[in-house]
């Protein structure tokens, strides 16, 4: 059999002659059983490697496995095939052209190009009017690369004709994979690459603006196309207008318009009249720009109206990403940049700083081959593969590269063109992480925050063997209650990841200008006039520390001293210091209308942190401890009945509402109890429970279950499991085994736990590596020796304690009014100086805006 050298006439090849039909059907023949026709349900990834952010505007394009559906780059389409064996693969491939110029220099003519068949983003780094695209596809056999090309409908047997087909009219994967995700959507509008704008010199104005027909000033709409501004309708919010933006497109058809007061750096509310609904224009940015709109320095308000007669110098957007300052872009390993998907900018943020940590850079980048050759058949659905593709595609230097000398003239000689940078977009890892999380699924801003949690979370639930790296992040927090009444205490301790640092309002050092300010503008707001300049409150650091030390007061709080309710008080220090502190600053807060707000304030916080005055110190001469007892149980009244006829095992109680409770903050434990005593009703309910007993000394203990701790107990001191042989009970050993554990497993996980049933499942989820050290269990098991056992003590928490003294490296800040709008931008301190990660746009940082932050990133200083 000829190789595709001779065959196809490719470079390298003795000859050039065409196949004839029956050669190709001979080709395939042996491969037919794998090619398979997508159905409904299947992802089929056509813009992006599993493994990689190459795709078919890469330089090697991208292989799709015509029996998975995944995709492939160059460099990891041999691993797929060495471990499926899968030998059919349909090779996507764009290629870039510069147009052809006319007779007087120009570009000739657009038309409409018939050569383009793949629905992939255009690459913003080239200018579409200066540049051409042409598809390529063909299907490549293993391992000897035959290469068929596309289309090729008179040679192909028709299930494989079928097959191409439908790959390459396949759509997003990432709807397939959640409809309930995507059913809001937007398409991209048909009209938006090839949009006409006219030269007609119309500049938009930042604001005073009302519709050309009728006066009107709100529900106002740019036509993309001529500049007009007119009022809307029925369409998107039902605000009034009286329809002006829709009989201009039916007098002159053009078809898009932008809602004004809605465009942000994420983006805008676009609608196609020709399309009749909402769409995406990707390159609104650029139809803006014609009418003298600068969309990365916008944000839209509640009125509909933008703050753009703030002076730029004090407005938090331009001070934040640094506007009006000429900032250097940076290329190359570490300084790659995130595209926005919409709304995704609190994802970008929080993964650029988490990969600028050495320890995460060597648990996944630095494993790659590894996790690479050990990843599951769909590597797009493994927590571990997706993380270390992302670590590698922002620290590799990749998809961050310099434009060449000739570019660089070119930009010197034609102002106009100016590049955009590489960057990756994160969209697989994004389907991922986000897979049935009601919040982060969605295409709405989010918290980073929350965010930040839900990835530690996701971290210690698939870490690579015995390494977790969001151990750095881990540490203790040491409560103190104390009943007023008996002056009597408590200590417990608790697992947390973040400091929420609280903004003392009360302590601003500029009042005065505070109480000016608002009354200034107030009145100008009722003489609908321009706001005044804008006063921060300054806050000093010293007084949000102080105020997180503080004692506070325990509602409801109940006494073990006294058995009923009393006043309490509480205050909470560092059992032990993390290797890296994260401190958030509490600058959302709710009205008194429920209504979200931001406090909108500067806070000098410190490059050198000292935290060490708030070591815990435990209990101390002359106090004494409450009572050890637990309150009674409240169990709400609907699910009483439920709890009374149905005990719920362990195993049963709902993960999913646990894990939500958990990423609102709250200690895990606490969040299984809410669940367990709320009878699996949903988070809403259990969060209610957690609310009204939230200041309980028990709360973060682990749960008991009835029947289950209890019959442990009394079956441990039956069979003796409290001597030193610490033997477990055979029958709670029997309830282990019968969920499908090995008994050496239940054994070890016993007496890990004093032999209590339900710690003993925990220990095991959360004790992963014991699977496979069988061996070592088997020695504790037949080892009588009682000294031996007596070291076999149960794991503390996982804390990497040490210094109090930290050094600033990073910091995201926000813009907008509450977490669930604006943008996110993240500031990381790189060899010596500080770099600004905005979206796909990394440059270096002019000055870093530290005391405008949302949350801080500290690392130990080594003492």
């Not at 990073?810 to 931008?825: K, R």
């Amino acid at each position: 059999m000829q190789r595709r050298g001779a065959l196809f006439g490719v470079p390298g090849g003795s000859g050039s002659r065409k196949m004839a039909a029956g050669d190709i059907g001979e080709l395939l023949v042996p491969h037919m059983p794998t090619i398979r026709v997508p159905r409904s349900g299947d992802r089929v990834y056509k813009n992006e490697c599993a493994f990689s952010y190459d795709s078919p505007n890469s330089e090697g394009g991208l292989y799709v496995c015509m029996n998975t559906f995944l995709a492939f780059g160059r460099e990891h389409v041999e691993r797929h095939f060495r471990k499926t064996g899968q030998s059919v693969y349909m090779h996507l491939k764009r290629h870039v052209r510069e147009k052809v110029r006319g007779a007087s220099g120009g570009a000739l003519p657009k038309r409409r190009n018939s050569k383009i068949f793949l629905d992939l983003d255009t690459d913003d780094d080239l200018n579409s009017d200066d540049y051409e695209y042409e598809d390529e596809a063909k299907l490549v056999i293993f391992p000897d690369h035959y290469e068929i090309a596309l289309p090729n409908i008179e040679e192909l047997p028709a299930l494989v004709t079928i097959a191409c087909d439908a790959v390459l009219s396949s759509k997003s994967p990432y709807r397939k994979q959640d409809p309930d995700t995507w059913e809001n959507e937007l398409p991209v509008s048909k009209y938006a690459n090839n949009l006409t704008q006219l030269d007609n010199g119309v500049r938009i104005p930042p604001s005073g603006w009302k519709c050309a027909r009728c006066d009107l000033r709100e529900n106002l709409w740019l036509n993309l196309t001529d500049g007009s501004v007119l009022c809307g309708k029925w369409f998107f919010d039902s605000s009034g207008g009286n329809g002006h933006a829709l009989e201009h497109y039916r007098d002159t058809g053009y078809p898009l318009a932008v809602k004004l007061g809605t465009i942000t750096p994420d983006g805008a509310d676009v609608y196609s009249f020709q399309e009749e609904e909402a769409v995406l224009d990707p390159h609104l940015a650029k139809h803006l720009a014609h009418f003298g709109i600068d969309m990365l320095h916008m944000h839209g308000t509640e009125n509909g109206l933008q703050d753009n007669d703030i002076k730029p110098r004090v407005s938090e957007w331009e001070v934040i990403q640094e506007t009006g300052t000429k900032l250097k872009p940076m290329y190359g390993p570490g300084y790659t940049g995130l595209k926005n998907l919409g709304n995704s900018c609190y994802l970008s943020s929080v993964m650029q700083a988490i990969f600028s940590i050495p320890e995460f850079q060597r648990a996944y980048v630095g494993n790659l081959p590894r996790i690479f050759d050990y990843s599951p058949l769909d590597p797009t659905q493994d927590f571990n593969t997706q993380m270390t593709k992302l670590g590698h595609g922002l620290l590799s230097g990749q998809y961050s590269k310099p434009p060449v000398k000739s570019e660089l003239i070119e930009q010197v000689m034609k102002e106009e063109h100016k590049p955009q940078q590489n960057g990756i977009s994160p969209r697989m890892f994004k389907a991922f992480v986000s897979k049935s999380h009601p919040e982060f699924s969605s295409n709405r801003q989010q918290d980073a925050q929350e965010f930040f949690l839900h990835l530690v979370n996701l971290v210690e639930r698939n870490r690579i063997g015995s390494e977790n790296p969001s151990d750095v992040f881990r540490f203790l927090v040491e409560e103190r209650i104390q009943c007023c009444q008996t002056r009597k205490v408590r200590y417990t301790e608790r697992v947390d990841y973040l400091m929420q640092l609280p903004v003392a309002m009360e302590a601003a050092t500029n009042k005065d200008e505070l109480i000016a300010y608002e009354l200034t503008r107030r009145e100008a707001e009722s003489n609908r006039r321009p706001l005044p300049e804008l006063v921060r409150a300054k806050i000093p650091f010293s007084a949000c520390l102080q105020a997180f030390s503080e004692p506070e007061n325990v509602d409801d709080f109940w006494s073990s001293a006294l058995q009923a309710k009393s006043a309490g008080v509480k205050t909470s220090r560092f059992a032990s210091f993390p290797e890296y502190l994260v401190v958030q600053i509490k600058k959302f807060t709710f009205g008194l209308d429920w209504v979200p707000k931001k406090f909108d304030v500067s806070i000098d916080m410190p490059d050198l942190l000292d935290i060490n005055h708030l070591r815990a110190r435990g209990l101390q001469p002359g106090e004494e401890e409450l009572p050890d007892i637990s309150p009674p149980i409240v169990i709400p009244d609907d699910s009483k009945d439920r709890l009374m006829t149905q005990l719920i095992d362990p195993s049963d109680i709902d993960e999913s509402s646990v894990m939500q409770l958990a990423e609102m903050g709250f200690p895990l434990e606490a969040c299984r109890k809410a669940v367990y005593f709320t009878g699996n009703m949903g988070a809403e309910v259990a969060f209610n429970w957690i609310v009204v007993h939230m200041e309980e000394p028990d709360f973060a203990e682990p749960l008991t279950m009835p029947g289950y701790g209890g019959a442990a107990s009394a079956g441990a001191s039956v069979f003796g499991a409290t001597g030193l042989d610490n033997q477990p009970p055979e029958e709670t050993v029997a309830i282990i085994t019968s969920m499908g554990f090995h008994r050496n497993q239940a054994i070890q996980a016993l007496r890990a736990t004093n032999s209590n049933l339900e710690r003993a499942l925990d220990w095991i989820f959360s004790h992963p590596e014991f699977e496979e050290d069988s061996d070592f269990v088997i020695e504790m098991e037949n080892n009588a020796n009682a000294n031996i056992v007596s070291e076999a003590k149960p794991e503390g928490p996982r804390v990497k304690d040490g210094s109090g003294m930290y050094e600033l490296f990073a910091f995201i800040s926000h813009m907008g009014t509450s977490t669930m709008s604006g943008h996110y931008v993240c500031h990381i301190k790189k060899e010596g100086r500080w770099v600004i990660y905005n979206d796909h746009k990394v440059c270096a940082s002019e000055r870093p805006p530290k005391d405008l932050g949302y949350m801080y990133f500290y690392r130990r200083i080594p003492s």
